[in-house]
């Protein structure tokens, strides 16, 4: 009796990139190693070799994807919070309770953006923003359009309550601005539990002025510019 022959199969040639998932992949790792070395470095310990060397890259695939430093923390900044509206937006839409959508809202930024040791990336071009005038002009351009993106989801998920003042959108930015201070203080505080106090107190005032929109299963639409940006 013959034993059959075991051929090894040969495999399946890898599919190649297209060069824009290749420079998209590139993007990201530089994204990524700049959040990271403006979160353990500092604004000026984040220079653009120590980045280059973090992210595995040539300083030529640096400078076709971002021509100096500004761009490229600007990105960075800019794709952190993009990934934070995303990761909102789903956890939203995980909640079938509308009531309980605002204090979620609250824990989520802070547990999942302010508390983060990315988001300590973001404070250090806050702070560098004071003595940079290129980059504070930069950085107020970035703010006005997030705030804009922002609101999109605010008047999606929320809307006022009865007899409230018709514009619930400052209070939105009351609450990005509190939490930008405790996320500055927070290792300043006698324990984790005065940052949950603090965020507990506003949702209770706020709750008297909104209210979750009932029936809303679909994130907020996309910002135009940023499907233009990146598709």
Known sequence: MTTPTLTAKTPAPALRRTQPERSQAMRKRLLAATLQSLAEDGYNGATLSSIV??????????????PNKQALMLDAADDLLRRTYRTLGELLLSIAEESNRLQALVDALWEQLFATPLYRAYMELLLASQRDAALRQALETLLARQIGVFEIAIDHYF????????DIRPLFIQLFMMLNGLAGHAHLLPQT??????????????????????????????????IVQHP
């Open 193 to 226: 539990q005065t940052v949950q106090a603090f965020l507990s107190k506003w949702v209770k005032q706020s709750t008297a002025h909104m209210r979750a929109r009932k029936g809303v299963r679909r994130p907020p639409p996309r910002p135009e510019s940023w």
């Open 53 to 66: 060397r973090r992210a595995g890259v040539s300083r030529g695939a640096q400078v076709h994807h971002y």
């Open 159 to 166: 809307e006022p309550g009865p007899g409230a003042d018709q």
